[in-house]
């Protein structure tokens, strides 16, 4: 009988905090738009006698990304030297917290596909630096430290999850939680976001956990997800075949979907971390966690629900436009315009979504303020304009500097609610249609819907989209009746 196998998933996330400077110097944090090895000084060198001294921005933000995942905040904490050789680190030692984080013991709650709630705990968050870029070009090896002491937080979950699908629903939610705080800017594909998976497998039941291997190289939410189900299944594979699992850290190929070895156990790196001595202790203080949680932004989680309950709309659209603070800031003040929830949440997650997209823009960037999307939605509500008249409307006013209310003046768009103007075209379309008319009367009562739908469409043709559809539907009724 075959065996059933879990699997053990733990995931190290690093963010690259986004401040103006690096954690250690003044150099300036843009290190990606610069020529190579300008953002340098002697303390991110590590030079002999050289000082760091921690950016004060560096443990704010820190500090929030221990709220937004939930972890308690030491008040005490200390750095230390993780020593190695590596060609892009020029102290051959990396600034980082070994035994005392500053923050520890958070979680983060995922819904899985099946309903169900799952807590991922968060071991502990520390503040360390990034290393430089080698950059390898044919026989030549060139090493670019323009990156190199880069403020990064690195994130350790507890070893909760089971499958690719809990990894990849945590990573995004705590691409989410980090997002919302603005600390950074959460992209994988820019190299701010990064993630390894240690991954092992048991017997199911098994108390103790596998061999793990560490997988890097891992640069997007697919990517990781991918080399989880890679790995679990060679791992099961191996010891199906009587193999053994290696303590090794590998590599996530992309191009070819496999895990390469990068390093074994046996050259696996000894690292010695001993106590910083050229940094004090970091000391927080209650003022300072008081004024950092009074800036702590609404969670992503909390909004959906405040969304849900007082705007009326689904989970799915709550979720979709607390994509961002700002495109649900957009929506709340749309509404507080318009007066209309659901409007506003229909004509933003279609219209306004569909434009931003087909520019690659985003809401700050939209050329329609909220309170002139309010104003279009407040028009169709009041029944001023039909809303195929709105759509017209909206495409004018993506490039119109006037109001919305001015244009429909202007361009003669408002609906016609005028009895006597509607009549008379209903008239006009009722002679020029005996057929349909015809028809319409003999009609069983499934059918008469559809045809007067026929004819009412030529009543809304013949006032190019303005006329009052509820009122060209009671007159045309009341006239073939
Ligand atoms: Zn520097």
């Known amino acids: 009988m075959a065996r059933e196998w879990e699997s053990v998933i733990g995931l190290e996330i690093h963010c690259q905090l986004d401040t103006k400077t690096k954690v250690w110097c003044g150099c300036s944090s843009d290190y990606d738009n610069s020529p190579e090895n300008t953002h340098t000084c002697p303390i991110c060198l590590g030079h002999p006698g050289a000082l760091p001294k921690l950016n004060k921005k560096v443990l704010d933000y820190a500090i929030k990304a221990g709220f937004a995942l939930n972890c308690d905040i030491n008040k005490e904490s200390k750095f230390d030297r993780k020593n190695y050789f590596y060609p892009d680190t020029p102290k051959n030692y990396q600034i980082t917290q070994f035994d005392h984080p500053y923050a520890e013991g958070g979680h983060i709650d995922i819904k899985l596909s099946n309903g169900d709630d799952k807590r991922i705990g968060v071991t502990r968050i520390h503040i360390e630096e ?13 090493i670019n430290f323009n990156r190199a002491s880069m403020p990064l937080i690195e994130i350790v979950s507890e070893p909760d999850m089971r499958n690719s699908e ?18 950074s800017d959460v992209s994988m594909e820019l190299g701010s976001l990064r993630c390894d998976a240690n991954i092992s497998v048991m017997q199911k039941g098994a108390k103790e956990f596998g061999t793990r291997v560490e997988v890097k190289n891992l640069n997007s939410f697919k990517g990781v997800a991918r080399a989880i189900d890679y790995e679990i299944s060679r791992q099961i594979e ?3 075949n009587g193999g053994e699992i290696n303590q090794e850290t590998r590599l996530w190929d992309e191009e070819s979907q496999v895990t390469r070895v990068m390093r074994s156990k046996e050259e696996a790196m000894d690292y010695r971390f001993f106590p910083e001595p050229d940094l004090v202790r970091i000391v927080i203080t209650d003022e300072q966690l008081e ?6 932004p609404e969670s992503k989680i909390a909004k959906i629900a405040r969304f849900v309950t007082d705007y009326k709309i689904s989970e799915n659209d709550a979720e979709t436009l607390s994509n961002s603070i700002e495109l649900a800031d957009y929506f709340e003040k749309t509404v507080a315009s318009s007066n209309n929830s659901k409007l506003s949440c229909n004509w933003i997650l279609t219209e306004v979504l569909r434009v931003l997209k087909d520019n690659n823009k985003t809401i700050e960037e939209f050329s329609i303020n909220s309170e002139e999307l309010g104003e279009i939605i407040k ?13 017209k409307l909206f495409e004018i006013k993506l490039n119109d500097e006037r109001s919305p209310i001015k244009i429909v003046e202007d361009e003669k768009m408002a609906q016609v609610a005028d009895t006597s ?5 209903v008239v006009e379309v009722v002679a020029n ?3 349909l008319v015809e028809d319409y009367k003999v009609a069983d009562e499934g059918r008469k819907p559809r045809v007067i739908k026929g004819l009412m469409g030529q009543v809304m043709k013949a006032s190019k989209g303005k006329a009052n559809p509820k009122m060209v539907m009671d007159i045309l009724t009341e006239k073939l009746s």
Do not use: C, Q
């Open 421 to 425: 103007e509607i009549e008379k075209m």
């Open 238 to 240: 191996e010891i199906e």
């Open 130 to 142: 990034d290393a430089g870029k080698s950059i390898h070009a044919g026989e030549e090896s060139f």
């Open 291 to 296: 004024r950092l949680e009074g800036e702590m």
């Open 433 to 435: 249609n005996p057929k």
């Open 166 to 183: 809990e990894a990849y629903r945590y990573l995004n939610l705590v691409k989410d939680a980090l997002k919302y705080t603005k600390i």
């Open 379 to 391: 028009l169709i509500d009041k029944g001023a304009i039909s809303s195929k008249i709105a759509k």
